[in-house]
């Protein structure tokens, strides 16, 4: 008896939450006259945005030899700096240094001189 009760009660609150107030379908916008100048407005807002990926080089600089003025680069798998390529040294945001890729390389290091600024551990070698 109890399980019949519990089932049934069960069975009307289901009930009771689908029976409740639906809402409406959104209307669609009454569309300007071609020629208007609301028109012109609609179709400048309607344009669709177009997203394109940037081909920069990104590397990170995991040693720095201050004295002989080179750093170790650490570049994504598959994504390996030039030889003779030039890289911007950025740290939070602000250029403080540039190099010159010089070798060798070894899995996705390389090794680069320090040509203008500073470099330290952390800082972000990016192409230009």
Do not use: K, Q
């Given at each position: 008896m109890r399980i019949s009760l519990s089932i049934i009660l069960l069975f009307a609150l289901t009930l009771?939450?689908?029976a409740g107030k639906k809402t409406a379908a959104p209307r669609a916008a009454a569309q300007p006259r071609a020629g208007s100048p609301a028109a012109a407005a609609a179709s400048?807002?309607?344009q669709?945005?177009?997203v394109t990926s940037e081909n920069v080089l990104v590397g990170k600089v995991t040693l720095v030899n201050p004295t002989a003025r080179f750093v170790v680069l650490n570049f994504p798998l598959g994504k390996m700096a030039a030889v003779e390529q030039r890289l911007s040294l950025y740290r939070r945001g602000l250029k403080v240094?540039?190099?010159k890729v010089t070798g060798p390389a070894r899995?996705?290091?390389i090794v680069a001189d320090l040509v203008a600024g500073e470099a330290e551990v952390g800082?972000?070698?990016r192409s230009r």
């Open positions: 009771s939450g689908c400048a807002t309607n669709t945005l177009i240094g540039e190099v899995e996705d290091n800082d972000e070698a």
